[in-house]
C-alpha cells in the first residue's frame, strides 16, 4: 500500500510516521508513504497557492492547478488507486471506511488548507471525500494523518502475525471490556478475581459481558449495528433490569387548552384508542407518568371509569400488562397540574418540552433532545402532545424547547396524537439492540 500526501506543509508528516508500528511497516515495506509539497506544481515565480474567492467574502482558497498537475503526476493511472480530499463536507469516516480503503494499492490524500479547495479540483479529481468529525481543523494534514494510520492497521503484514485488527473494537461494535495489569492492588482498587481465576471459559463471558455492558451504557446507537447472539441479547435484558441511561422523563396529554379548525380554543373529548396507546408506549420507552389533562369532570369521570375498567377488579386478571400501563395514567385538570406533581416527586420542576404538527421557527431536533435528555443527569422533562387542532399559542409560549414536526419526504402530514407519539418516544428514548 501507498500512501501519497499533496500538502503545503509536507515537514507536518515527518514525526507522525517516524514511531512504532507505523515505522516499522515502513521499514519492512509493508507500507510506504510519500508527501508531496503543492507548491512544487506551481509554475509563477512566487510559487502561488492560494488566490482570493470569485464573489468575495474574504479567505483565500486553495488554486486548482498545481493540484491538478499534483494529482495528475503522482495518481498511477490503471494501478488501482483512490484519490481522496480530507474536509469537514465529507463522508464521516469510520472503522468500515478504513478497512474498505485498505484494498487500495495508491491512496492520494489531498490536504485542504485556507477556506477550502476550488470546486472543479472536486469534480475533476477527487473520488471520496472523508471527513473524520465533525469540526474544523485549522488543516487537512491532521485528517490526512488519522486516516493514513487507522487504513494501515488494515494492511496484511502491518500488525505482524500475532494481533489482528479484528481484534479490536468496532469490528463487532461493542467497546472494549475493562482491562488490568500488575500492581492486583492498585491505590485500594483490586483486580477483578475472575481475571485471576485461570478460567479461560469464565474469563471469556467476564469479557463478552463487560463489552456488552460499557456498550450499553456508554455508546447504546453501536448495539443497533453489533451482531449479537441470543445470549448477548439475554444478558442485556439482565442489564435492562438493574441500568439505564438516565432520565426521567414525564408525557401529557393535553384535551384544554387546544384549537379547533378554526383555531377558537376548545376542550376536546377523551379518546380511549390515544389514551391505551399512548400509554403502552410510554410504559414501553421508560416514562414515568402519563397525565391526561382534561378540565371537563364529566370527561374526567369518563376516563376515570375506562382506566379503572383496566387497572381494579377483573381487569389486571384479564390483562396484566395493559393494566400496568394504565395505573401510570394520572388525570389533571391543567398542565400547571401536572407540572406541580412532577415537582412535588423530583422535588424540581420540569422542562417542558412541547409538540406541533405545523413548523415552527427555533424548533429542536430529535438528536439534540435525546442528547439533553440522556444528559440531564435526571433532571425532568415533561413531554406535552396536543389534541384536535394543535396545542395552544399559551402552552407554546411557555414551553422551554419546541420539537420539529414529525416528517416524512412528502407533503403529506396528518398523524393521529398515538402514532406522533409513539414516533417522537421512539425518537427520544429507543435502545436498538
Ligand atoms: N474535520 N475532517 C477536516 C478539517 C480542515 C479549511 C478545508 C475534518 O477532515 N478534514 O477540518 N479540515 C479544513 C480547513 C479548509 C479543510
Redesign the pocket.
Known amino acids: 500500500m501507498k500512501f501519497d500526501i499533496l500538502t503545503i506543509f509536507p515537514e507536518f508528516f515527518e514525526s507522525p510516521f517516524s514511531f512504532g508500528i507505523f515505522k516499522k511497516a515502513l521499514d519492512r515495506n509493508i507500507v510506504e508513504l510519500s508527501t508531496h509539497d503543492i507548491r512544487d506544481y506551481t509554475e509563477d515565480k512566487h510559487r502561488t497557492v492560494d488566490d482570493a474567492p470569485y464573489g468575495g467574502g474574504g479567505g483565500m482558497l486553495m488554486k486548482p492547478e498545481p493540484i491538478g498537475r499534483a494529482v495528475e503526476q503522482i495518481r498511477q493511472e490503471g494501478s488501482n488507486s483512490l484519490v481522496i480530499l ?3 463536507g ?1 463522508e464521516l ?1 469510520s472503522d468500515e471506511t478504513a478497512r474498505e480503503l485498505a484494498g487500495y494499492d495508491q491512496l492520494v490524500i489531498v490536504c ?6 476550488d470546486e472543479r479540483v472536486r469534480e475533476l479529481y477527487v473520488d471520496r471525500e ?11 494534514e ?2 490526512a494523518s488519522v486516516i493514513v494510520d487507522s487504513v494501515a492497521r488494515f494492511v496484511p503484514g502491518y500488525l505482524g502475525n500475532e494481533l489482528s485488527p479484528e481484534r479490536d473494537s468496532f469490528k463487532e461494535s461493542l467497546l472494549e471490556h475493562p482491562q488490568y495489569t500488575r500492581p492486583e492492588n492498585y491505590k485500594g482498587l483490586t483486580v477483578p478475581e475472575v481475571l485471576l481465576s485461570g478460567n479461560h471459559e469464565e474469563i471469556r463471558g467476564w469479557r463478552r459481558r463487560e463489552s456488552l455492558k460499557r456498550t450499553y451504557l456508554e455508546r447504546p446507537e453501536l448495539l443497533d449495528r453489533a451482531g449479537l447472539s441470543l445470549d448477548d441479547i439475554t444478558a442485556i435484558d439482565d442489564l435492562k433490569k438493574s441500568a439505564r441511561p438516565i432520565f426521567k422523563a414525564y408525557i401529557a396529554l393535553v384535551h384544554y387548552p387546544v384549537y379547533n379548525n378554526r383555531l377558537t380554543i376548545i376542550t376536546t373529548a377523551f379518546t380511549n384508542l390515544d389514551v391505551h396507546d399512548i400509554a403502552r408506549a410510554g410504559k414501553t420507552y421508560g416514562i414515568e407518568k402519563f397525565y391526561l389533562v382534561q378540565p371537563n369532570p364529566e370527561q374526567q369521570r369518563l376516563a376515570e371509569r375506562v382506566l379503572r375498567h383496566w387497572t381494579e377488579g377483573e381487569g389486571p386478571a384479564l390483562n396484566k400488562s395493559r393494566a400496568e400501563a394504565l395505573e401510570f395514567v394520572v388525570i389533571k385538570d391543567s398542565l400547571g397540574e401536572a407540572v406541580k406533581d412532577i415537582e412535588r416527586i423530583e422535588g424540581k420542576a420540569p422542562r417542558v418540552v412541547v409538540t406541533d404538527a405545523r413548523p415552527r421557527e427555533n424548533a429542536i431536533g430529535y438528536s439534540e433532545m435525546r442528547e439533553k435528555m440522556m444528559r440531564s443527569g435526571g433532571d425532568p422533562f415533561l413531554l406535552v402532545f396536543g389534541t384536535g387542532w394543535g396545542l395552544s399559542e399559551e402552552i407554546m409560549e411557555k414551553a422551554d424547547y419546541t420539537l420539529k414536526p414529525v416528517n416524512g419526504y412528502t407533503g403529506y402530514n396528518h398523524l393521529s396524537v398515538r402514532s406522533a407519539a409513539a414516533i417522537i418516544l421512539d425518537r427520544l428514548f429507543s435502545c436498538t439492540i
Do not use: K, M, Q
Not at 472523508?130 to 487537512?140: E, M, N, Q, R
Open positions: 480530507t474536509s469537514p465529507g469516516f485542504g488548507r485556507y477556506e477550502g479547495i472523508i471527513s473524520i468529525g465533525d469540526y474544523v481543523l485549522s488543516g487537512g491532521y485528517a
